[in-house]
């Protein structure tokens, strides 16, 4: 009877054992379900806002104040320059490559690839002196606090671009469990939000006062940022990202001529909408 009570435990020992097996095979530990030691890169396309700025230019016989001075972006909108690699930097665009050293937590570089460019044939309030006034049709005589933003007078762009090189730290939260996806090895809804900083390394399109145009890279300054934004990751190493990003952005040695002393200087707001397609995947 002893003998049999053990042989009846061992067996639903061995059973209990075999079922457990199998649910571990049927039920595998899902991709989505840790991040960590993944990398992950992705490419896409941004619109951009900015706020007003005063813009200082300096140099050897001048010295004045351009206040309250708007500006836009340049979009492509849609196009093929977005995938041809001889013409990608074209674009507004933003890369970016990162790694997660927690479930939840990554590091990332990257490069926001803005355009600014200055609204012409605008009057704007300046203060200051700089040589000939008068003679680039920027002149109100109703009004010899103002000048006209003429082509003559001045043409001011970030056009290739505003470039901010920058890291970031962000959180990313799956929260497919809230809108009822039972599987996110198939597709996954992420949030995710961060915070970077990082260095201005624009190339701008400058022409001053009649002064040969002036365009070339330049470190110029430093910038701060916020995003926040959703992640739909499909099949597991794919996904879209949809951004908002905001910062702000202090330039105080902007090149604007090909002469040592010509500088410029300006801060100011950024809004970014973006969209970029991207991977993730372990090494």
């Not at 930097?89 to 490069?111: A, C, E, M």
């Not at 002036?214 to 992640?231: P, Q, T, Y």
């Not at 105080?252 to 970029?276: C, G, P, Y």
Request: proline share 3%.
């Amino acid at each position: 009877m002893k003998h049999s009570f053990l042989t009846v435990v061992l067996f639903f020992c061995a059973v209990f054992q075999t079922l457990s097996a199998q649910e571990t095979v049927a039920s595998p530990e899902k991709y989505t379900a840790h991040n960590k030691g993944k990398f992950y890169v992705y490419w896409g396309g941004n619109r951009e806002s900015y706020t007003k700025s005063d813009i200082h230019f300096r140099g050897a016989d001048y010295d004045f104040t351009l206040y309250d001075v708007t500006a836009h972006d340049k979009p492509k909108g849609w196009h093929v320059d977005y995938v041809n690699p001889a013409r990608m930097t074209i674009p507004q665009t933003n890369l970016r490559i990162g790694y997660f050293f927690t479930d939840k937590y990554n590091v990332s570089i990257g490069v926001d690839h803005m355009k600014y460019v200055m609204f012409q044939d605008r009057a704007v309030n300046y203060s200051g002196y700089y040589p000939n006034e008068g003679s680039y049709g920027e002149a109100m005589p109703e009004d010899n606090s103002q000048v006209m933003l003429t082509e003559q007078f001045l043409t001011y762009e970030h056009t290739d671009g505003l470039n901010y090189v920058n890291t970031e730290v962000a959180r990313v939260d799956d929260i497919s469990h809230l809108i009822g996806l039972p599987n996110t090895d198939k597709f996954q809804v992420n949030i995710t939000e961060g915070l970077g900083g990082g260095i201005l390394y624009p190339k701008t399109n400058a022409k001053l006062l009649g002064k040969e145009r002036h365009d070339d890279f330049h470190i110029s300054g430093f910038g701060v940022s916020a995003k926040a934004g959703l992640n739909f990751t499909f099949f597991k190493y794919f996904f879209i990202q949809t951004e908002l990003k905001g910062g702000y952005i202090d330039m105080k040695d902007i090149k604007t001529t090909f002469e040592d002393a010509d500088k410029a200087s300006q801060h100011f707001w950024f809004l970014q909408r973006n969209i970029t397609v991207g991977g993730i995947f372990r090494v």
